[in-house]
């Protein structure tokens, strides 16, 4: 199923890079979905959102610092004893969408271990493939599911955490997926 997602974006000329597949797609009219999201009210009562590295969520990550909210946002392949980027609206020192860079965060971020980490009020999940009984298809490495395992056992995901993806609607798919319950 990725690999046909893969192709309609790149078909539709749908996406930013030149070759998608393997990858979440970084696709065209993020910026509308970000706003689509701060719209909701699950968004506008977050005050702390861990959210992936990926390109496609850079204005989601962007929108929450500027709103004053703490993001956290993993090192990418999880390479790091301590995994997560801790990006503190209040302790920034360039403006929140070169914050939210994942090269930038890299840079000025200070990383943390999962200890550290608040309750999530928020995830955001970059996904090349959703259904709207809420499973996706990520790109295949498996990070996403590894860090939502950690945060789970570390007690920082309940069953009050909302999981949320931004996705072009190309993405969007009739087609079941499996996914694993809770």
Known sequence: MAAQVWDALTAADAVHDASVHGHIPHFKGSDEAAARLAAHPVWQRANIVKAVPDKAQLPVRARA??????????????ASEKPFYLLDPAALT???????????????????????????????LGSVAVNRDGARIGKGAGYSDIEFALLTEAGLVTSETVVVTTVHSLQVTEIPIPHHQA
Do not use: N, Q, W
């Open 94 to 124: 360039v403006p929140p969408a070169e914050a939210a860079a994942s090269r930038t965060a890299a840079a000025i971020a200070p990383t943390v271990e999962v200890d550290a980490l608040r309750p999530l009020d928020l995830i955001i």
């Open 65 to 78: 610092l500027e709103e004053g909210k703490t993001v956290y946002m993993a090192v990418p392949k999880l």
